[in-house]
Structures are given as C-alpha cells and as structure tokens.
C-alpha cells in the first residue's frame, strides 16, 4: 500500500475528470452543444431540482463538458472541486459576490492586473462592497486593514505590474488567524507553477483565457475551491458567511455548509451565482480550454525555458535600463520567488528601455515576431507598451506613480524558437536606439 | 439538526433538508472512518422527501459531533442506540458504510427490535486493516489519507460527480478527510478509526442476532472492501446483495446507482 497515491500533474492534464463517453465510446471529450438535458420522468426532474440527486438540468448551471474541464482544473490545483465561468472577471465575481453584498470589505493587494482593479475599487463599490488594497509585501498593511464586515483577502500570484510575489503562507496565516478566507488569481503561474492550496489559500481563480487555453482563442474563467476552507466553523466563531452557514430562502432553505462539508461554497456560487448572474462558460470555450490543458506541462515548460533566455540578453543590453523578473536578483522578490516558484516565474514581464516615449513606440513597431495587443499568455510571443496604448492619457509623472516609465515594455514570451525571439528584439532595440539618435 | 443527546455532548445529525420528524418510518445513516454525514446527502435528502424521516448522523469526534471517538464498534453502536432514543426513535433502518456497515450490524444484533433493515455499504468482514496502512495512519496521517483516498477511487471521471458536476471527488474526499482529521486536536482519529475497525471480532456473532432483512451494497470495483471480503458476512445475514459501478467511495462515485440499490433495500 504505501507508495499508492493520486496520479502526477501530465497524467491529470490529460485525464481529471474524463472518461471514453459511454453511448459513443468517443475517447476525447464530446462538446455538448445543448442548453437542455432530458428528465427521466416527473421525479426524476424535481430530485434534480431539490438536489437530491446529482445531474445536468440546464447548461447556464452546469453542462458536461464544462464538468470535464472543472474537474480537470481542480485536480491539477488540488482543489475539490471548480467552476468554469464566462472569463476571469466572471470568475473574479463570483468569487466575490458568493460571500460578499452590500456593507462587505475586501482587503486586495494593490498590485493587481488593471481590470481587477477596476472591478473592486469602481464597480463593486456602486454596490456597497468597499476594498482596501495594501502593497503585497506589506504584512502589517494587511493586518491593519481588515475589518469586522472584511470577507476576503485576495491578491496575484505574481502581481501586476512588477511581478511581485505573493507571500502566500504569511497572508493566508494572517487570513485564517481572523477567520477569513484567501482568494488568489494564479494566472499568471498556472498549477504547473505553483499551487496555492499547498501555501494556505483557499480558493483561486484563472482567466484560462491565458495560459490554460494557451492558443489565443478563447475566452474563459475558473474558480477553484479548495475545500480547506470550514463556513461553519468562521461563522460559529466570528458571525461571518451566514450565506453559507445559515438557511438560504432563494434555494429551498438550503444550509450549504450542511450539505456538503467542503463544497459549500461551490454549492452556493453554482446554485446562485450561476443562475442568478449568468456569467457561464460555453461547451465550445469549455473544450478549446480542455485542449489547452492536454498540452500545460509542456508548454510551461517551454515558456520558462525561453523567458529565461530572454532576460539572460535583456539584461545585458546597453539600451536595456533594468528588467523585472523575479529570477534575478535584483527584483525585490527574488528571495520569496526561489521559495514559491522553483519552476519559474512564468512568461510574462516588463522591460525599461533606456530612452523617450518615441523610442518606445519605434521598437514596439519594429517588431516582426512579438505580436502587438492586449493580452498574455499565449503560445505566440505578445508585446505591449503601455505609455502609448493602455496608460497613454498619463503624463511621465503619472506613468511614475503607477510603476511605469515612458520606456517600459511588457512581453509575454510563447513558444517560438529562442534565437529567434532574441534576433527580433536584437534588431528592434537597434532601431530604437537609432530613433533617439 | 443538533440532537439533544448529552448537554456537555452535542451531537448533529443531517436530517434531509427537513424537519426531522420521528413519526415517519426513520432511516439512520452511519458515515464512514474519517468521514462524516456529507457522504450521505444526496441519499438522505431523497429519502428525506419521499416518506422518511432521517438521520444521517455524526459520529462522536467527527464532523460537528463533539466528543471523543468511541473506542469500539459496540461502543459506538450502544452510542448509537442511545442517539435514537434520544431523537425519539422507536424502529430504524440502519444503513452504514464502511466502519459505519460494522457499527449498523453490531446496533442491529444488540437492538434486534428496533432494527427494521439492515443495510451495509462498501463493507467487508473482517475489516482487517494492514499492518503497513495502520503504521502510516499512526505515523503519517496525511500521507495515509493519500493512499486511502486512491485506494477508494475507481476512476477519474465518475459522472456525476458528488454532490453535483464540477465536483473533483479525488479532491473532495481527501479535504474532507483532513478536516475531520483536524477537528479532534488531541487524537488521530485516522489512526483510532482504523484500529476500531481492524479489532472489530464481533460480527459473525452479531449477524446471527439480526432479525430484520439485510442487505449488502457492494462496489463491484472495491479495492478497500473487495466484494469476495463480504461474502461470509453476508452469507451469515442471508443478505441480499447489490453490486454497483464503483470502487469503496460508492456514495460518491455512482449516487444513482446506490439510490437505487437502497429504494430496493428499504421499500
């Protein structure tokens, strides 16, 4: 018997949650492209509806396909369980608003990607749930911040914009020292990287948009629970998750932290935050991100093996001010990346060119490789520059306040070939340097 | 629902997502080691609303029941016995799974009575435990819960899934597991449920008191409790016997399946 134990992450990328389907035997995942499943009789569909039997009713709430692709992320975290929404904002959501209303507080890491930012501090406040958001490192900014009426706390796996890493073990200490929850978007770093359940959060969150779908196709968001997590137990002691701890009118009066002892807060987001908010995933979404997965561990592998290539010569370029990634010593994180993230730091960071707005703009366009737009994580090297496309309304002095500078360029490094990333970077950090001549 | 057991001894019981009323013919649901009445909702909630009153309790030490784990499985089953009067219950269906099949057995053969079905579920006797799973349940606990939690799986995609889609049963169990784990601070309630089953020598003399009709439910892919291990038990029960697609955590992996088994059982 000893030695006997779940399956290792390439085999659960491959397997978690799937099975050859039993009416076709088709041995890849069917896409069931349905808004609907048949009941089998009067009692067979009012047990689905009382949940007293376990089943697909309407694919708003739960579809299979979508199943496999739930199941198979929450086995690669170690969760208990998942569920795939519309993007990661949807899943940011419903994260949120499963355990959170009007009178809530949130305490956020304040190095966060921008439309999380916005969400809690401009949307979520239109609907009384206030943030504090503290530096991620600030342990004593954390403590002081949190409130009677605080929900949850919740920061990036690595922060945007200057990679800062999580010190999960500590933030989830503190957490869990008031009783609280700690929700974290592993983006960026995907299971293959790190997982936060084994540092101490209880729940986490993935735009699969990225990395999990890896291609570029998709949009698409999961939310993973952990199950370590106990409703009752913070209720009992600190009055708090009555949403999951005490009698909800809108599902049968239902006490989910009764139902199931470490689903409950999936229970509630599904049975409510699903039918209510609608943000769910399609079937289609659902397979293109299962496809993605099939190939995660290999291509992680290959994004960090060329991210490192990539900033061993940025960080030797005389055009090249500094470079921000947590592997190299000089970023403030490095100490805690060795401890959390000895995979890597994942693809994605941000470089200082040495010069003017204008040069920055002329080697973004000098490009031919790096794709210029607005997004991560994909199999092809991306580029932005954020003092001309998603920071362009500020001044430098602004651009300073935010962490950037006129010259700062953040890349997603894909899966091409090295030497070749590197010879487009090469010739247009050359025409660059031309530019401010 | 918290039944009024002991003051000093809270004790809970799942009852269906209903008001437990103890004038309906009454099902007990006996959870598992390391377990606690999770395992059993889906199941009782059905019953709950078609006819039943219910019971799908906590035992001492586990889940929401405070109290240390009885040392034994006739220790438990007096415990047991104890709850239903305390609940107001004169007859029950006694239906356990796994050391909780052994604890509705022994509560079957001391109250033969009050015992109106006998239902074992992902059972086996006698529930040896080996020496190597015992060692690492005293040593490593989480690392045992590893290897019973593989153990108890058949599969990596039982539909579907537990207690609905998107639930990753491997994941579930083995948080579950933990957190009873953690919930008694001074015992290793892994190590001592194990032990409770492995020194359980009472059965063959407890199925010969049983008066009520038995029945086995068996995980026909069961690599913790192998069907062949239930035989002799089941012989001595005359039991009936009902084999489903799954391995030990058959709750969990085919919900219909064991719902039908126990409409069966219980009609």
Same mark, same amino acid.
């Given at each position: 018997?000893?030695?006997?134990?779940?399956?290792?992450?390439?085999?659960?990328?491959?397997?978690?949650?799937?099975?050859?389907?039993?009416?076709?035997?088709?041995?890849?995942?069917?896409?069931?492209?349905?808004?609907?499943?048949?009941?089998?009789?009067?009692?067979?569909?009012?047990?689905?509806?009382?949940?007293?039997?376990?089943?697909?009713?309407?694919?708003?709430?739960?579809?299979?396909?979508?199943?496999?692709?739930?199941?198979?992320?929450?086995?690669?975290?170690?969760?208990?369980?998942?569920?795939?929404?519309?993007?990661?904002?949807?899943?940011?959501?419903?994260?949120?608003?499963?355990?959170?209303?009007?009178?809530?507080?949130?305490?956020?890491?304040?190095?966060?990607?921008?439309?999380?930012?916005?969400?809690?501090?401009?949307?979520?406040?239109?609907?009384?749930?206030?943030?504090?958001?503290?530096?991620?490192?600030?342990?004593?900014?954390?403590?002081?911040?949190?409130?009677?009426?605080?929900?949850?706390?919740?920061?990036?796996?690595?922060?945007?914009?200057?990679?800062?890493?999580?010190?999960?073990?500590?933030?989830?200490?503190?957490?869990?020292?008031?009783?609280?929850?700690?929700?974290?978007?592993?983006?960026?770093?995907?299971?293959?990287?790190?997982?936060?359940?084994?540092?101490?959060?209880?729940?986490?969150?993935?735009?699969?948009?990225?990395? @999990?779908?890896?291609?570029?196709?998709?949009?698409?968001?999961?939310?993973?629970?952990?199950?370590?997590?106990?409703?009752?137990?913070?209720?009992?002691?600190?009055?708090?998750?009555?949403?999951?701890?005490?009698?909800?009118?809108?599902?049968?009066?239902?006490?989910?932290?009764?139902?199931?002892?470490?689903?409950?807060?999936?229970?509630?987001?599904?049975?409510?935050? @699903?039918?209510?908010?609608?943000?769910?995933?399609?079937?289609?979404?659902?397979?293109?991100? @299962?496809?993605?997965?099939?190939?995660?561990?290999?291509?992680?592998?290959?994004?960090?093996?060329?991210?490192?290539?990539?900033?061993?010569?940025?960080?030797?370029?005389?055009?090249?001010?500094?470079?921000?990634?947590?592997?190299?010593?000089?970023?403030?994180?490095?100490?805690?990346?060795?401890?959390?993230?000895?995979?890597?730091?994942?693809?994605?960071?941000?470089?200082?060119?040495?010069?003017?707005?204008?040069?920055?703009?002329?080697?973004?366009?000098?490009?031919?490789?790096?794709?210029?737009?607005?997004?991560?994580?994909?199999?092809?090297?991306?580029?932005?520059?954020?003092?001309?496309?998603?920071?362009?309304?500020?001044?430098?002095?602004?651009?300073?306040?935010?962490?950037?500078?006129?010259?700062?360029?953040?890349?997603?490094?894909?899966?091409?070939?090295?030497?070749?990333?590197?010879?487009?970077?090469?010739?247009?950090?050359?025409?660059?340097?031309?530019?401010?001549? | 629902?918290?039944?009024?057991?002991?003051?000093?001894?809270?004790?809970?019981?799942?009852?269906?997502?209903?008001?437990?009323?103890?004038?309906?013919?009454?099902?007990?649901?006996?959870?598992?080691?390391?377990?606690?009445?999770?395992?059993?909702?889906?199941?009782?909630?059905?019953?709950?609303?078609?006819?039943?009153?219910?019971?799908?309790?906590?035992?001492?030490?586990?889940?929401?029941?405070?109290?240390?784990?009885?040392?034994?499985?006739?220790?438990?089953?007096?415990?047991? #016995?104890?709850?239903?009067?305390?609940?107001?219950?004169?007859?029950?269906?006694?239906?356990?799974?796994?050391?909780?099949?052994?604890?509705?057995?022994?509560?079957?053969?001391?109250?033969?009575?009050?015992?109106?079905?006998?239902?074992?579920?992902?059972?086996?006797?006698?529930?040896?435990?080996?020496?190597?799973?015992?060692?690492?349940?005293?040593?490593?606990?989480?690392?045992?819960?590893?290897?019973?939690?593989?153990?108890?799986?058949?599969?990596?995609?039982?539909?579907?899934?537990?207690?609905?889609?998107?639930?990753?049963?491997?994941?579930?169990?083995?948080?579950?597991?933990?957190?009873?784990?953690?919930?008694?601070?001074?015992?290793?309630?892994?190590?001592?449920?194990?032990?409770?089953?492995?020194?359980?020598?009472?059965? #063959?003399?407890?199925?010969?008191?049983?008066?009520?009709?038995?029945?086995?439910?068996?995980?026909?892919?069961?690599?913790?409790?192998?069907?062949?291990?239930?035989?002799?038990?089941?012989?001595?029960?005359?039991?009936?016997?009902?084999?489903?697609?799954?391995?030990?955590?058959?709750?969990?992996?085919?919900?219909?399946?064991?719902?039908?088994?126990?409409?069966?059982?219980?009609?």
């Amino acid at each position: 018997m000893p030695g006997h134990s779940d399956p290792g992450f390439d085999t659960l990328a491959l397997h978690a949650g799937a099975a050859p389907d039993p009416a076709t035997g088709a041995r890849a995942v069917p896409i069931h492209l349905t808004t609907s499943f048949v009941f089998e009789n009067s009692e067979h569909a009012a047990s689905l509806f009382n949940m007293e039997r376990a089943g697909h009713v309407y694919s708003r709430i739960s579809n299979p396909t979508n199943a496999v692709l739930e199941e198979r992320v929450a086995a690669l975290e170690g969760g208990a369980g998942a569920i795939a929404t519309a993007s990661g904002q949807a899943a940011l959501h419903l994260a949120i608003s499963t355990i959170a209303g009007a009178g809530s507080h949130i305490v956020s890491s304040s190095a966060l990607y921008g439309g999380s930012h916005n969400l809690l501090h401009y949307t979520l406040s239109r609907f009384g749930i206030e943030t504090t958001f503290v530096k991620p490192g600030d342990i004593d900014a954390w403590r002081a911040a949190i409130r009677p009426n605080t929900k949850l706390l919740f920061g990036e796996t690595l922060g945007n914009p200057g990679l800062d890493v999580l010190d999960i073990p500590t933030v989830s200490a503190l957490a869990h020292e008031h009783g609280l929850p700690l929700l974290v978007d592993s983006t960026f770093t995907t299971p293959w990287l790190m997982k936060p359940f084994d540092h101490g959060a209880d729940l986490v969150f993935h735009s699969a948009t990225k990395f @999990l779908s890896g291609h570029g196709t998709v949009i698409g968001g999961v939310l993973v629970d952990s199950g370590q997590f106990d409703w009752a137990a913070a209720f009992a002691a600190h009055g708090r998750f009555a949403e999951l701890a005490q009698p909800y009118e809108g599902f049968h009066g239902m006490v989910f932290a009764e139902e199931s002892s470490v689903g409950a807060f999936l229970l509630r987001a599904r049975r409510e935050g @699903l039918r209510d908010f609608g943000a769910c995933m399609s079937p289609h979404s659902a397979w293109l991100i @299962l496809q993605g997965i099939e190939t995660l561990p290999l291509r992680m592998a290959r994004h960090v093996e060329n991210t490192r290539k990539v900033v061993q010569f940025l960080a030797a370029h005389s055009m090249v001010a500094s470079v921000g990634y947590p592997e190299l010593e000089s970023h403030p994180s490095h100490a805690l990346a060795k401890r959390l993230l000895p995979r890597g730091c994942g693809s994605i960071f941000s470089f200082d060119l040495r010069g003017s707005r204008q040069q920055g703009v002329a080697f973004i366009e000098a490009l031919k490789i790096f794709s210029h737009l607005a997004n991560v994580g994909d199999c092809r090297s991306l580029v932005i520059h954020p003092a001309s496309t998603t920071h362009f309304r500020m001044d430098d002095a602004a651009l300073a306040q935010a962490g950037i500078t006129a010259g700062t360029i953040r890349l997603s490094i894909g899966l091409e070939d090295a030497d070749d990333l590197i010879d487009d970077l090469k010739r247009a950090l050359k025409i660059a340097e031309k530019a401010g001549a | 629902m918290d039944v009024v057991f002991r003051a000093d001894l809270p004790v809970y019981a799942y009852a269906g997502g209903k008001p437990f009323d103890p004038a309906l013919p009454c099902i007990v649901f006996i959870h598992g080691a390391l377990n606690d009445h999770s395992v059993w909702t889906l199941l009782a909630r059905w019953f709950a609303h078609h006819g039943h009153g219910v019971l799908a309790v906590d035992l001492p030490g586990h889940g929401r029941s405070s109290g240390p784990p009885q040392a034994s499985v006739e220790a438990a089953a007096d415990w047991l #016995l104890a709850l239903l009067d305390a609940a107001g219950v004169a007859k029950a269906a006694l239906v356990g799974h796994s050391m909780g099949s052994l604890i509705a057995l022994e509560a079957a053969a001391r109250a033969p009575e009050r015992a109106t079905r006998l239902v074992m579920v992902g059972t086996a006797y006698p529930m040896k435990v080996s020496d190597s799973l015992l060692d690492t349940s005293r040593d490593d606990p989480l690392r045992a819960i590893d290897m019973v939690n593989a153990f108890s799986h058949s599969g990596f995609a039982a539909k579907p899934s537990y207690p609905g889609p998107g639930a990753w049963l491997h994941g579930a169990d083995r948080a579950l597991m933990r957190r009873v784990q953690a919930g008694q601070k001074g015992v290793n309630l892994f190590h001592h449920d194990f032990g409770v089953c492995n020194a359980y020598a009472g059965g #063959l003399q407890a199925a010969a008191q049983v008066r009520c009709a038995s029945h086995l439910v068996l995980g026909e892919r069961d690599q913790m409790t192998a069907p062949k291990q239930a035989r002799e038990i089941g012989q001595a029960l005359r039991a009936t016997v009902h084999t489903v697609p799954a391995g030990h955590a058959l709750m969990a992996e085919a919900p219909d399946a064991v719902l039908a088994a126990l409409r069966k059982a219980l009609s």
